[in-house]
């Protein structure tokens, strides 16, 4: 584990010394595994440690990478990944042992898992690009610290990331604080794992 976001003002640590903390299951808000670059075997690796992570409701996890590949080598990555058994692909009960969003810095990317709507009603994960931002690294880290903000917000309620009063411009509630209020998507880009 790389990174673990936990509620200290809750949940006081177990045990901690230097970097040794353990905690109980209901202080962990996210999990964090930093890459520093990707490639099939490091992407199915990765995929085996978030599968090993013990079940913890309402814990997001995260994978962040410094030197990522492009979002098309992401989708071959996972669809690639060998899975035991009969069933050779991902499904809803293996998909949520992924990670819950995948952000990709030097190709400016920030993956969360979603609905992909095109040929089919598929399951995977999709990523927003918008006018202002676009191939920028700074856009991908952005919307990684707002996912980070607004998911620990809702657990613990501390307002990190302050409703605006201005027109939403017809986002449903998900959206709002999401980084997409107000700003023009050009496009979407998404990776379909497997049918709905």
């Known amino acids: ?99 819950d969003y995948v952000t990709g810095i030097d190709e400016s990317y920030h993956l969360g898992k979603s609905a992909v709507i095109h040929d089919s009603d598929d399951v995977g994960y999709a990523s927003w690009f918008y006018e202002d931002a676009a191939g920028t690294q700074i856009s991908a880290l952005q919307l990684f610290l707002e996912s980070i903000y607004r998911h620990i917000d809702g657990r613990i309620g501390t307002q990190l990331i302050q409703p605006q009063t201005q027109d939403t411009g017809g986002l449903n509630p998900e959206e709002q604080g999401s980084g997409r209020r107000n700003r023009r998507t050009t496009h979407i880009h998404a990776i379909s794992l497997f049918p709905m």
């Open 1 to 99: 584990m790389d990174i673990v976001l936990y509620d200290r003002h809750r949940h006081a640590p177990v045990y901690r010394l230097h970097d040794i903390v353990i905690l109980r299951p209901e202080a962990v808000l996210s999990i964090i595994e930093v890459k520093t670059t990707i490639n099939k075997s490091i992407m199915h690796d990765a995929v085996r440690y978030f599968r090993r992570l013990p079940y913890i409701p309402h814990v997001q996890t995260h994978l962040f990478i410094y030197d990522a590949k492009s979002i098309d080598s992401i989708g071959s990555y996972l669809r690639s990944f060998p899975h035991e058994g009969e069933w050779k692909s991902f499904d809803h009960d293996t998909f949520e042992m992924l990670p």
